[in-house]
Nanobody, 121 residues
Framework: VQLQASGGGLVQTGGSLRLSCAAS????????MGWFRQAPGKEREFVGR????????YYADSVQGRSTISRDNAKNTVSLQMNSLKPEDTAVYYC???????????????WGQGTLVTVSS
């Protein structure tokens, strides 16, 4: 099983980034996919999740209205588009897979290595 996140980088406040996560080694369409983030010195935080078909998406309040999660089951990828970025969005972003519709990171079975997003003020 492998989840490979990419797309992080340095962006100015108000800018946008699109993070991608490529999955392999499991039946991707059978899993809910989630995005989490962890800022230095803070606990891992739920960002959003998407169901297997891609028609049901749920976002944390902190990113609601600024983010879009989508998936392509033909390519085994999930993406997180983030707009109007703020310095407080600075964190390592992780994609993860689970068979449960949950925001609890403990319930996620597979994790990517993370990609760093830095938003400068």
């Amino acid at each position: 099983v492998q989840l490979q996140a990419s797309g992080g980088g340095l962006v100015q406040t108000g800018g946008s980034l699109r993070l991608s996560c490529a999955a392999s080694g499991f039946t991707f369409s059978s899993y809910y996919m989630g995005w989490f983030r962890q800022a230095p010195g803070k606990e891992r935080e739920f960002v959003g999740r998407i169901n297997g078909s891609g028609y049901r998406v749920y976002y944390a309040d902190s990113v609601q209205g600024r983010s879009t999660i989508s998936r392509d089951n033909a390519k085994n990828t999930v993406s997180l588009q983030m707009n109007s970025l703020k310095p407080e969005d600075t964190a390592v972003y992780y994609c993860a897979a689970t068979t449960k519709w949950t925001t609890d990171h403990v319930q996620y079975d597979y994790w990517g290595q993370g990609t760093l997003v830095t938003v400068s003020s």
